[in-house]
Each structure stands twice: as C-alpha cells, then as structure tokens.
C-alpha cells in the first residue's frame, strides 16, 4: 500500500463517487475531486463509461448535486453501446472533455464518433491533475478486451472493473488495498443456465471472456480483502434477467457475512452516491 493510499491527517482533496447507471441498458459512473484548501487547484470530475445519453448524464448528474459542465475526463473501460453511446461528439467537444481510452480502442472510439483532437490514448499507466494516478489492467471481454481502473488519489483509492469473463491474478495485485471497489457482479449461474436465453449467448456469457458471475465476484472480493478489505464494495451491471438482489443477499450471507455490511449494489435505472471520503460515508442503501 502506498502513500496516496492513505487518507492524510489533513485532508487537501475531497473524493466523491457514484454510480449513475449500470445494466445494459446503459453504465456510467462520476468520480469527482474537489481541492478542500483554497488555491490548491481545481475541481477534476471524472466520468467511467459514458453509457447513458449526454441528457440522461446531465440529469442523474444534476440530481445528485453534480454539475455536467464540470466534467474533466471520460475513461472509457471499452465501447460496447450500453458503455460508449454514440453522440457524445457535441458535449466532449462544447465543454473541452478529454477523453481516455486504450490505444486498442481507438478505432472503436472513432466508430463512436468521438473527435480525434479530444482523444488520449495510453498504453500503461498515467497521470491526470491533482496526484491521480490511474492503472489500467486489460481484462479478457468478447474479442476486443476491457480495462480496469485502479484510481490513486490524495483522499483514497478506487478499483474499477465491469465487464470481465474472468479474474486474472493481474486484476487481484492491481486491487489489493483500494478504500472502495466497485465490480461486475452480473448473473446467477442457476439463474443463467434456468434462463429462456439462446445457448450461443449464455455460453458467451459463462465462457470466460464474457460478464462475471455473483460467484466470481465474491471470490474476487475475498482475494483482495486478505490483507485489508474495501471500505466500500459497489456491485455493478446486474442482469435483469438471470440476477436478484435477495440471491445476492443470500450468498454473501453465507459466505462472507463480514464484508456484507460494506455492499452496495448499484441501480440500473438511477443514480446512487456510494463514496465521500470527507465524511468516510459509506451510505447503507443497497
């Protein structure tokens, strides 16, 4: 664990995250930094996947106390469309968004119409303004891949990862010690294998470069919490079909009780704040 892991005893930034949608009908998340001392910079506010319509951003944004216009940066983990919309070309370019993507995606980003002279490839890690420091980690997704995001910032550390057939021990090491996590906890395997779906779409699903089941998840969560669990653990793009909440429940009853107090399970269809490190929040709507 490194430095920027650590809250310092006088806080200089102020973290907030939330998740503004996440299903397939569309996932984007806000992470926001704001300077807690004058003249110590500005504010950086961060979309992850920009999934929903520029009008849907601005409204979930706008009714959690987030302002649109502020937007900084766009990362993208991949452009699947219920993760990268099309007509984002207007807002990015009106309000100077940068956006981030792998350099694996940059055709995928043009695809999407996204202008060129707002686009930043990166290859391995990077810096942005205000000490963050993001990571990315490739993750086996259909034929293109996905990234994650491990995010180090002055008041905390964020592990992101939707999208992902599989954990690889690459992810495991990349998360270990972040202060909140959010990951993909998609399907039930019963669930899945009960379901009415085609075969060709559940073995895409299940077959190890598709989505991660509540199971994996779960393991994924035990693995890193070896040494010191999340304060808060955000579970992303449920399935509408072949998840439910009380299955979750049950499972992370049985299964590590421990860590459920910690667990957020993000809405598909509206946003929820899950993290403030100026209050150490950890908001107990699931």
Known sequence: MTQLDCLPSTATYRMRFAVLGSSSSGNASVLRMDPLVPGHGGTRQILIDAGLSAKATRGRLSALGYEFTETTDILYTHFDMDHARPHWSTPVMCHGITVRCARKHLPLAKARGLPTQFTHAFE??????????????????DEAGAVAYRIKTPAGSIGFATDLGRVEPSLIEAFEGVDLLAIESNYDHAMQLESPRPAF??????????????????????????????????????????????????????????????????????????????????????
């Open 124 to 141: 391995g890690p990077f810096s942005l303004p205000h000490n963050i420091e993001v990571t990315p980690v490739d993750l086996p997704h």
């Open 201 to 286: 779409l559940k073995e895409r699903i299940m077959g190890g470069s598709g989505h991660l089941s509540n199971a994996q998840a779960l393991e994924f969560v035990q693995a890193i919490s070896r040494r010191r669990a999340p304060n808060r653990i955000v579970l992303l793009h449920l399935s509408r079909e072949c998840n439910d909440y009380r299955v979750i429940e049950a499972l992370w009853q049985k299964h590590a009780p421990e860590l459920w107090s910690r667990v957020v399970i993000a809405r598909p269809d509206d946003g929820i704040d899950v993290y403030d490190s100026e209050s150490s929040a950890t908001f107990p709507a699931r």
